[in-house]
């Protein structure tokens, strides 16, 4: 923080708070794993899987390491060879990328839509080829993609659709949750996420049982019975004390949601008492969407993005930047051929985008110094321009 700023800090995200009121009942479920033994496949594995199907309106949903394990397993069950063309948008997290590429896979990367960062329909329509053996959208920041129209250019082409549901866990789209529209869909438990562990862990959810048979043998080295292996497959498990605090935290999640959802609005309802409209916009919400909000992006227009998060920061407000360079723009991607300004929706989007603090546990006046100290950076670029 600034000199002479004794304000506190306003953190971009606290999980302690969280956990905090959890905490007697969450170390009760610990302990009786612990007493039990049963760190591996314990009944609270089970409990979390079928929790998770219940409210993906699924039939299967198998627990495994993270969810970037979630995703290589769902490439994995399709059996991709070299070559084989999968299509992400490059405005993501790397481990939606990065399974394809582990596979042998050529990546194709397509633009976003600018309002909600997710894959842009009309650009996956466009870089389908023969060789397109899988889509992954993505369920970007909390909100799902335009899945409706995903899924009919999909099913045009008899292409799988593979959800990357990380950021998205409770959200729908049309009424329809997420992990229910692809074959297949993944989760993250990452702490940070809507439901977050104590650590890695992940999900994958499957409508067809025989899909949801092979995800199962794949995340056990494809043994099956023991030390008898059908094929190759990877060590990816849910450890059983990390389910038995997701099954207590699980309990809260509508609760945590409609905070954040609160919380979302009461920035709204902020931000609209100052005149911002030149230097920023808000996340745009689409009306068919249940927006979960595990990010809350505003876009910084004019260049000053990078200024603004500093003075943030400077001010102890926790703020970041997701994602600072589009995947087709990594170093490892570059032999993809994608030249600068091949997706310009996506490269915008990275130069403009900048995230707020929005946990459930977030405190009114938080909020309030928030806007409060965004509306001070902007005077004082006023003050200096009219100087």
């Not at 956990?19 to 591996?40: K, M």
């Not at 609760?255 to 920035?267: G, H, I, L, V």
């Amino acid at each position: 923080m600034t000199q002479g700023n004794t304000a506190p800090p306003v953190p971009l995200l606290d999980v302690n708070r969280g956990n905090h009121q959890l905490r007697d009942e969450i170390l009760a479920a610990i302990t009786a794993v612990v007493d039990s033994g049963r760190f591996l496949h314990g009944p609270d594995v089970s409990a979390l899987e079928s929790d998770i199907a219940k409210m993906c309106a699924v039939p299967h949903a198998i627990g495994c390491a993270s969810g970037s394990d979630a995703l290589l397993l769902a490439l994995m069950a399709l059996e991709l060879t070299a070559g084989d063309e999968v299509i992400v948008p490059s405005f993501t997290f790397f481990a939606t990328a990065s399974c394809a590429d582990r596979l042998g896979c050529k990546l194709v990367f397509v633009d976003i839509d600018p309002r909600t960062y997710n894959m842009c329909p009309d650009a996956l329509a466009a870089a389908i080829t023969p060789r397109t053996r899988a889509i992954i959208p993505v369920h970007l920041f909390g909100q799902c993609a335009r899945m409706d129209e995903i899924c009919r250019i999909a099913d045009r082409h008899d292409i799988p659709v593979i959800e990357d549901a990380a950021q998205a866990i409770g959200a729908a789209y049309h009424g329809r949750p997420a992990c229910n529209w692809g074959s297949m869909g993944c989760l993250s438990f990452y702490p940070t996420k809507n439901l977050g562990g104590f650590g890695d862990g992940g999900m994958l959810t499957a409508r067809n049982d025989h899909v949801a048979d092979r995800l199962r043998l794949l995340a056990s080295h494809g043994m099956r019975p023991r030390y008898y292996h059908q094929v190759v497959g990877i060590n990816s498990r849910l450890d059983t004390i990390q389910a038995a605090v997701l099954v207590v935290k699980l309990r809260k999640l509508n609760d945590y949601t409609r905070a954040r959802q609160a919380n979302a609005a009461r920035y709204a309802e902020l931000f609209a008492q100052a005149d911002h409209a030149e230097q920023f916009s808000l996340p745009y919400q689409d009306p068919a969407a249940h927006h979960v909000w595990n990010q809350f992006g505003i876009r910084v227009t004019g260049g000053q993005r990078d200024a603004l998060k500093a003075y943030l920061q400077q001010q102890g407000i926790g703020c970041e930047v997701y994602y600072p360079v589009p995947l087709h723009e990594q170093k490892c991607f570059q032999h993809l051929g994608f030249a600068s300004g091949s997706l310009p929706e996506t490269e915008r989007a990275s130069q403009e985008i900048l995230h707020l603090p929005i946990y459930p546990e977030m405190q009114v006046a938080e909020q309030d110094r928030v806007v409060s100290c965004i509306r001070q950076f902007y005077q004082q670029a006023y003050r200096r321009q009219a100087a």
